[in-house]
T-cell receptor
């Protein structure tokens, strides 16, 4: 079946530090890959996405590259801010099957200290 | 503003009572989803609907029911048969086709059953 494995948290960084959150996946077919962010008490917001191998998604200084050879989609940011503190979810979705539902990882809690 | 609304934000019920969570969207999306989120876990799919008057069970449908009488609305009923109903419930809708699609999430409803 399809699954997403994320780096376990929590992750605590100082402001301006480099961030990497690892994400690997298992899927039948060719999934689209997503990173969502959830701030405390809120729903999920789409952060970035990639739809095919070697695509790079980017938004708000965050980047992730779809690596088919390593089945990975690691999230990176060069310099984190306190406002980046949130839970980050990696997800995959398949277009074969009409549901296009998402399969989520367990989430990684990020705390950025001033 | 277009978006997804869920109400109420917090909901408290006694064990043995059915409760209905509201989800409304004005994005004109055909597909809608209900997810459950438990602490430290990713999201799990409860039900989804791709078109009015049609819906399918997700991975954890037992103890839940839905209806889709209007495109804009996808209410979820948590029945007394759900053994562990206390959780954060997220509604989403989907736009896009093929491999290019995105899910948009509402702010969530936190249900506590005692």
């Amino acid at each position: 079946g399809n699954s997403v494995t994320q780096m376990e948290g929590p992750v605590t960084l100082s402001e301006e530090a480099f961030l990497t959150i690892n994400c690997t996946y298992t899927a039948t077919g060719y999934p689209s890959l997503f990173w969502y962010v959830q701030y405390p008490g809120e729903g999920l917001q789409l952060l970035l996405k990639a739809t095919k191998a070697d695509d790079k998604g980017s938004n708000k200084g965050f980047e992730a590259t779809y690596r088919k050879e390593t089945t990975s989609f690691h999230l990176e940011k060069g310099s984190v801010q306190v406002s980046d503190s949130a839970v980050y979810f990696c997800a995959l979705g398949l277009s074969s099957g009409s549901a296009r539902q998402l399969t989520f990882g367990s989430g990684t809690q990020l705390t950025v200290l001033p | 503003d277009g978006g997804i609304t869920q109400s109420p934000k917090y909901l408290f019920r006694k064990e043995g009572q059915n409760v209905t969570l509201s989800c409304e969207q004005n994005l004109n999306h055909d597909a809608m989803y209900w997810y459950r989120q438990d602490p430290g876990q990713g999201l799990r799919l409860i039900y989804y609907s791709q078109i009015v008057n049609d819906f399918q069970k997700g991975d954890i449908a037992e103890g839940y029911s839905v209806s889709r009488e209007k495109k804009e609305s996808f209410p979820l009923t948590v029945t007394s048969a759900q053994k562990n109903p206390t959780a954060f419930y997220l509604c989403a809708s989907r736009t896009g086709t093929g491999n290019h699609y995105e899910q948009y999430f509402g702010p969530g409803t936190r249900l506590t059953v005692t």
